[in-house]
């Protein structure tokens, strides 16, 4: 007599030993297969659920691949539900069972029921080939442009992975992309902006076209940032973060290197910087991309100015993470607006003294590319005082970051003998025939300053005996 799975969960987790546990999923694939030999109509979805649950232990199920397909064709959703299940955990796009199933992908996504065409969806958008793709193409952009936003939503998830095994069909799917911007259903428009983005990605030479859905995706964007509470997508008091992301980085897309439409999304890119919440991670993770967003496309200085400062808000957030990403992030940018990078500078010297190593050594990054002329003794003192305090392990990579800077940097050569005694005194360990080398050079070159460094050197050389 065949168990349900929760009998079968309840034997095999009151199993003692592996050996308990193989006999015990021996004995019910035995009565699974004689099942399926018995052409059980009524029990074949609750054997198949249990196929899947003995594939996720580990042991060999492919005996019953063919009964997944048995349950697709079936009328009942109980039965097609779990039929889909089992051809997406069972099979995948390379086994040439899968074409037996295209008839019935087809039949379901021209049913009336709208679950089971987004269960035929979901399997095309997980496991279809090049060909069922091809074949299918016609009837996924059919229900994009329908009435109802599930299976809508559905059919667009689904047409990324036609656009991935098949990139040649990206023209089938650009006209339905303002259709699904037109939408006033969250989940819709969410996913038509994966779609965009696919297709960005796919055909690079799309986004000239997409580029006329700017002021759609900004009107969207703007509603979601003036609008008032909206529970069904509220995130700790943000209106929808995850939809507000997704049209920044698509604006972020359709921005780079095109002036023009950068040019209308100054305003909306300011009014996120300003209105968003900084105290919760979803408002910080709007922030995060719309920094990305200001720096990525052609905005006013004052802009990218507000942006960094958002950033130097981040770096004295409690959270390691954010200050690990605003770190991280200004280390991209600086060579954009070194400037206003400048400003933040005693904030990141200050992340040097952090507890957390990450953050210390992407404070470092950031303070070696801070260096300048005007600047270098500051920060050299900063980084001289993190070399005695750093790890070992990083001693000998401080050690020559700072001989650097000082070669590159240094207008004054008493200091620049001072600095670079101290520094390799400090790391005993370091070694470079280079920096000797540079030193000596100068030391040669300049007869004012021989008396100076035999001096520091012997008082050196005093200190150490």
Known sequence: MSIRLRELIRNVRACKTQADERACIHKECASIRTAFKDENSELRHRNVAKLLFI???????????????????????????????????????????????????????????QYISGLACCAIGNISSAEICRDLAPEVEKLMVGSNPFVSKKAALCSIRILRKCPELVDTFVDRVGTLLGSRNHAVLLTSLKLMREMCVTEPAMIEQLRRHT????????????????PEHDVHGIVDPFLQVEILRMLRILGKGHAETSDQMNDILAQVATNTESAKNAGNAILYECVLTIMAIEVESGLRVLAINILGRFLINRDNNIRYVALNTLHKVVGQDAQAVQRHRNTIVDCLKDTD???????????????????????VKELLSYLIACDVEFKDELTQRICHVVEKYSTDKEWHVD??????????????????????????????LQAYATHKLYMQRLRRQ
Request: charged residues 15%; contains cysteine.
């Open 55 to 113: 594939h996720m232990l580990g042991y060999p199920t492919h005996w019953g691949q063919m009964e997944c397909l048995k349950l697709i064709a079936g009328s009942k959703f109980l039965e097609k539900r779990i039929g889909y299940l089992g051809l997406m955990i069972l099979l995948d796009e390379r086994q040439e069972v899968l074409m037996l199933v295209e008839n019935s992908l087809k039949n379901d996504l021209q049913s009336s029921n």
């Open 215 to 230: 002021s759609t995706l900004i009107a969207a964007l703007k509603n979601l940032v003036l609008s008032g509470y909206a």
């Open 419 to 448: 600095t670079i005694i101290a520094t390799l005194s400090v790391s005993t360990s370091f070694s470079s025939e280079e920096t000797v080398c540079s030193m000596i050079a100068l030391i040669t070159s300049t007869p004012t």
């Open 357 to 379: 190593s990450s953050i210390r050594q992407r404070a470092l990054e950031l303070v070696y590319a801070l260096v300048n002329e005007a600047n270098v003794k500051v920060l």
